[in-house]
DNA sequence: TCGTTTTTCTAGAACGTTCTAGTAGAACGA
DNA sequence: TCGTTCTACTAGAACGTTCTAGAAAAACGA
């Protein structure tokens, strides 16, 4: 049963390995008739279509794109956004009958040889929210990996599918600094307080660039204004709950709070409605992104079209009619009930 | 710059390609002043490490499992079961180097040849949730590749790691029952309800063996009351609200609602509450899954330990010391506030 | 000192496919 | 009728690695 291969099809009907090929990959190239034979004798032997493996190798496509995720891939999946991202890609990744290959980014084996992004076998790479600098990234560049971001990067010619993240916050932060709030809290994603308690950073302490320009648009459109970096966590919705909670239970209460995801915002709304205090009015919240449950809970966001960044990434990689190597996509203030006037005192 | 082979370097140091090969692979078979000597002229001359086809094909590993999912791609990343099952399978496939090549499962293109399943590089398949009978599953038989499967099968030597559905469900049933339920509905996922209006089913027309048993399940411990399926559309929280309102608004209500996962559940949770229902006391309502967001709603439901289970797939198709091909888990009965006594009438 | 084991490296054959170049024969146009 | 184009196929060389078997040299034990 096993060992099966193109040579065994193609000695029992009696054609050459290539024509077997053919039959598989280029109908046009050989007579029906005797292609319906050899696909009839295929089966009969029980063989099950070209190797993967080989097709690969002498083709010099492997029919998959690697996806790099943010630490540990369990994260990615909880974030919505991530997911809107993942569907996009799906998408187009269906149309080309190309698979996607999730690669676990866990800092400890990049340091070993034996990581996933040093073997797997991938024509392309979309890079989602990875810190800037990471080791990952390197290997891509020296496997000669086309790799799209999801983020703007510094050399001209690498490609990415991004939001102008500065003006997107500036945005956010003109709406918040024309309410009157002057002292507002960030909330980000970070490593050092995914075990345990919240900490206050430095803007050059977040690590992702996205993070960064979103901080410095608010920064701008707010030169007035005190803006705080705290973190609960990793980008997950309990995160969000650990650093309001942390900020609302301090001494010294903003005016505002932003996540800068959707999910940081929804736990610190969370937070906000345990301590009874209605959003908008006692305290205004803002987020990123616009998930599905943003609209739901009224909260005032930033809405990118992540999907159509999905897509375009993935048609960045397959579709040999796109050009564009790089695209802003527009974004879109959303204000919902969570943002109100900032509390006279 | 392109073009530089195992052979390559081995010419510019001087030793034969198995040396090169072995400096990558196996460090303990040449010396150690050698393999310095390899690498920093590889790194010279921007050699990347071994090609990953090239080594797929010789050594037969791919170094990726496959994960066939339910209908389209997105649907599966809504629902944090789902999310807990990959989390921990990577857990496992992050042990050992290996990723996960995600494979889109539109019927469509399954006719023609050119599918994901058949074209996939890959060791082993974890089968999540796909109806049974599915032509992807024959597709990877024929194969010869691996497959771990989260239903049980009929065959003895298909490997699998589920719950036993029907207890698991009669569980729920004779809690149902004890309250005073003799009116149910079942809400479940089904392809046919997703674009339009909520439909009305048969236990033959569900098609997923899971759900199927959980049916029979509640049957078997309320063999005197009246089960209705219902569904609203695929496996989402949309779907559940769907296929509440439509039963809630109906002549006929039932005294207690059964989602057939948490998310249909919450969904028909928020169909309550929009009509004003209190859950437990006008109507009882129970889900499956045990989900995080499960306990913040109230919500009495079955757990199932689903990252065990996706860790536990991941052993069976790459730790060679894990010999037990089918594994049972166990599940567990949550009593929470949305189940109540059946209102007397 | 001599046989034995260990270390370190090599030659050459796979792995299963697709690609390039080409051939024989049929069909075609004038 | 003769060149030309098309159709239907084939031979044989890649693709870049790892594996098997083995050889030369070094280390070892008595």
Redesign the interface.
Known sequence: ??GVTLKTVAKAVGVSPSTVSNA?NKPDQLSATLRERILATAQEL?Y??P???????RS?K???I?VLFTD???YA??D?Y??GF??GL?EV??EF????????L?ST?IAG????V?????DGAAIFCVPSGHPALE?LA???IPAVSTDRGDHPDLSWVAIDEVEAAAQLGEHLARLGHRDVVVLVDNAQAAGGRPVELTVDQVGYTDCELRIQGLQKAMPNARLRIVSGGHNALESGLRGAEYVLDSQDRPTAIVGLSDVQALGALEAMKVRGLTPGRDLTLAGFDDIPAAAAAGLTTVRQPIKDKGRAVGRILLDPATTERQLLMPTQLIVRSTSGPAPKH
């Open positions: 049963m096993a598989y029980g099950a279509g190797d993967a493996s080989a097709r690969a190798l010099g492997a029919g998959a690697g540990k891939l369990a999946f909880s919505p991530a997911v993942l569907a799906a990744a269906e009958a190309t698979s996607l290959l999730l690669m676990p866990s084996d040889g034996s990581n996933a040093q073997q797997a076998a991938i290997i020296n496997r000669g």
